[in-house]
C-alpha cells in the first residue's frame, strides 16, 4: 500500500467539500504533496494542499485548510487532521493500520513495495560505451543509475527493456583499430608504430597478443586495408565481451546490444536522414547535410552527414530514434553523463521532426564522480591509458559498496567517492549500517529459534501490543517503502533508496536499543519478532532494488 496514496484519498472528499463550502462550483483539479512534520509530535504527514487551492478559491491557505479539516471524517488509515501554521494540514496515521503493515508485508513478502503492471512500455538505455577500452570508473555511475531506475520503473508497474547502444563505426574505431594492428604488427616483428591519436594503455598490447594467439600470421597476407578491418572488428568483439563481464559482476544486465554499424549497413541511418529532408528540416550546405537543430532550441544547426558522405554521430542518433519508436515503446530514457547536456535539444527536436512526440523522450543527465584514492584523485582517460577499470574498482571496494556509494546522491549532484573510506566496515559507512541492520535482525531471529520460540501464523499474533514510540516509529517507516518507491521512480531518484534505508535501519536499530525481543511476555515476543520479520523483509527488498546483497550474518571491524 502507497501510504501517501491513501491518505490523499481518505482527505479527497474533504477537500471538495471544503471548496464546495468556499463557493467552488466546478470541476476541482488538484494535487497533493506531503512532507514529514518538523516534529514526531505534530503527525506522520503533512500536506500543503491549501496552498494550492487558495488563490483560486480567493482565501487563505489557513481558511481553505480549516475548511478541508472541518470536513474531515476519520477512517481506518487517518486517525485525525489538524492545522498547522499557515495551512499546511497534520495527518496522524491509527495504530491499527500501522500494525496492518506488518501483516501486508508478511503475505507479500518480497514483493512488498512493488506495483501491479500498467500495460506500458519503456526503453532504458545506459551505459552505451563506445567498444574501445575496457569499462573504467567514469562509467560506473551511469551503469549504476541506469540499473536501478530500470529496477524503480519494473517496480512501480512497467515494463521494461534495457538497452547498450555503441558506436562501432567512425573515426573513433578506426583510430582504436590501428592502435591494435600497430601492436599486431610490433608483435610479428613488423615496423609499425601506435598513432598519436590512437589508444595507449596496455590492453591494446594484450587484444594483439590475443589476435596472435588465434590468427598467428595469417593476417600478414591481408591487403592492409581488409587485414585493418579484421583486426578492428575482431578486438571490439573482445572489447564487448569484457564489458559484458564487467557489467555482470556489477550486477547489471542489458536485454539488448544494438551497434550505430547494424543501422548503417541496413540502410537506416539514409532513410532517417531522407525523412528529414522530406520533412523539410533538413538541408544541403557545402556539400553536407545539415539538420534545422535551431527550430528546436538547439545554438546551431547540426551536421547529420558530412561532405564526405559519412554520417556524423547525430546522424545515427537521429536514425536510432526511429528505431526506437519503431519497436512499440511508450517511453524512452537516455541516462547520459554532463557532457551530452547540450544534446537534449537537438535529439528531442529530432524526435519532433521525424514525427514523434517528443515528450516520449527523455533524457537523465547526471553529474560526474570524483575518485579518490589517499586524498588524490583516480586518473580515468581510456585513450591516454590512465585509468582504473571497473573490475579494479570492483575487486578493492566490492559491488554491494560501490553501488550503494553512487546512489547516495542525487544524480543532479557531483559525487566524491573516497575508496579508503567506502572499504571500511564500520557503522560510519553507509552500505555497512543498513547491511549490518538486516544481519542483526536475523541474528535475533536465529537467537530466539535456538531458544525454541516458533513463530506463530500473523494472523494468530496480536500486534496491538506494539505501542512503544521505538516500535511505531519502526512501522511508520516499513509503512513508508511503496510510497518511496513510487516516487523515486516518478522523479527519476534512485538516491532516495539509500537515504530512506538507511533511516528505516536506524529506526530498527532504535528499536532494538530500547525493546528487548525475546522476553518473558510470549505475546509481546511474538509481536516483536514479526515486527523484526517486517523491518527485514522491507531492507532486503529495498536492497534488492539498489542491486545490493542482504547478508544475514556480518562481522565489524570496528568492534
Not at 546551431?300 to 519503431?326: E, I, M, P, Q
Not at 553501488?403 to 566524491?416: K, N, V
Not at 537515504?499 to 525475546?518: G, I, K, N, P, S
Not at 519478532?529 to 529495498?542: F, G, P, S, Y
Amino acid at each position: 500500500m502507497n501510504v501517501e496514496a491513501e491518505v490523499a484519498r481518505a482527505l479527497d472528499p474533504a477537500i471538495r467539500a471544503a471548496a464546495g463550502d468556499l463557493g467552488w462550483a466546478g470541476d476541482l483539479d488538484y494535487r497533493q504533496e506531503f512532507s514529514q512534520p518538523p516534529r514526531k509530535e505534530m503527525g506522520d504527514l503533512a500536506t500543503n494542499v491549501a496552498f494550492g487551492l487558495a488563490s483560486r478559491l480567493g482565501r487563505s491557505p489557513r481558511d481553505v485548510a480549516l475548511a478541508i479539516v472541518s470536513n474531515f471524517v476519520a477512517t481506518n488509515l487517518v486517525e485525525s487532521a489538524e492545522v498547522a501554521g499557515p495551512g499546511f494540514i497534520n495527518v496522524h496515521l491509527s495504530r491499527e493500520w500501522l500494525h496492518d503493515v506488518v501483516r501486508e508485508v508478511a503475505v507479500r513478502g518480497g514483493e512488498y513495495g512493488r506495483a501491479a503492471p500498467n500495460g506500458k512500455r519503456v526503453q532504458v538505455e545506459f551505459v552505451s560505451a563506445n567498444p574501445t577500452g575496457p569499462l573504467t570508473l567514469g562509467h560506473a555511475r551511469n551503469a549504476v543509475i541506469g540499473d536501478v531506475l530500470a529496477r524503480l520503473l519494473e517496480s512501480t508497474g512497467w515494463s521494461v527493456e534495457r538497452e547498450y547502444y555503441f558506436n562501432d563505426a567512425g573515426g573513433q574505431m578506426d583510430r582504436f583499430g590501428a592502435s591494435v594492428d600497430a601492436r599486431y604488427l610490433q608483435l610479428m616483428g613488423r615496423e609499425a608504430e601506435v598513432p598519436e591519436d590512437g589508444y595507449h594503455g596496455e590492453y591494446i598490447p594484450a587484444l594483439a597478443r590475443g589476435l596472435v594467439s588465434e590468427m598467428g600470421d595469417e593476417l600478414l597476407a591481408l591487403p592492409p586495408e581488409q587485414r585493418l578491418e579484421r583486426i578492428r572488428d575482431a578486438a571490439t568483439r573482445q572489447v564487448l565481451d569484457w564489458i559484458a563481464r564487467s557489467l555482470e559482476r556489477f550486477r547489471v544486465r542489458f536485454d539488448v546490444f544494438i551497434s550505430e554499424r547494424d543501422l548503417l549497413e541496413r540502410g537506416e541511418i539514409e532513410q532517417a536522414v531522407g525523412r528529414l529532408q522530406e520533412a523539410g528540416y533538413a538541408y544541403d550546405r557545402d556539400g553536407a547535410v545539415w539538420f534545422r537543430a535551431t527550430e528546436f532550441g538547439d545554438d546551431k544547426d547540426r551536421v547529420v552527414v558530412r561532405s564526405n558522405g559519412v554520417h556524423t554521430y547525430f546522424g545515427a542518433d537521429c536514425a536510432y530514434l526511429v528505431d526506437k519508436f519503431r519497436r512499440g515503446f511508450d517511453h524512452l530514457i537516455y541516462v547520459w553523463g554532463a557532457d551530452h547536456h547540450g544534446d537534449v535539444a537537438r535529439v528531442r527536436g529530432a524526435a519532433q521532426a521525424l514525427g514523434f512526440d517528443p515528450a516520449r523522450v527523455e533524457m537523465l543527465i547526471y553529474q560526474w564522480v570524483s575518485f579518490l584514492r589517499d586524498g588524490s584523485p583516480v586518473p580515468m582517460g581510456r585513450r591516454s591509458g590512465n585509468f582504473v577499470t571497473l573490475d579494479d574498482l570492483i575487486e578493492e571496494v566490492g559491488t554491494d559498496a560501490t553501488r550503494f556509494t553512487l546512489l547516495l546522491r542525487s544524480s543532479d549532484s557531483s559525487l566524491e567517492f573516497d575508496i579508503d573510506l567506502v572499504k571500511q566496515q564500520t557503522m560510519e559507512n553507509p552500505v555497512y549500517y543498513v547491511q549490518y541492520g538486516h544481519a542483526r535482525i536475523a541474528s535475533i531471529l536465529r537467537h530466539a529459534a535456538e531458544r525454541g520460540i516458533v513463530l506463530r501464523p500473523i494472523e494468530d499474533v496480536d500486534l496491538s501490543v506494539l505501542s512503544a514510540e521505538a516500535e511505531l516509529d519502526l512501522l511508520r517507516a516499513i509503512a513508508e517503502l511503496p510510497g518511496e518507491v513510487s516516487e523515486a521512480a516518478e522523479l527519476r531518484a534512485p538516491h532516495r533508496l539509500t537515504h530512506y534505508v538507511q533511516e528505516l535501519a536506524a529506526r530498527f536499530h532504535r528499536f532494538y536499543t530500547d525493546c528487548r525481543v525475546v522476553t518473558d511476555d510470549e505475546p509481546l515476543t511474538q509481536a516483536r519478532l514479526w515486527l523484526c520479520t517486517a523491518a527485514k523483509q522491507t531492507i532486503a527488498n529495498v536492497l534488492a532494488l539498489l542491486g545490493v546483497s542482504a547478508p544475514e550474518s556480518m562481522e565489524r571491524s570496528d568492534v
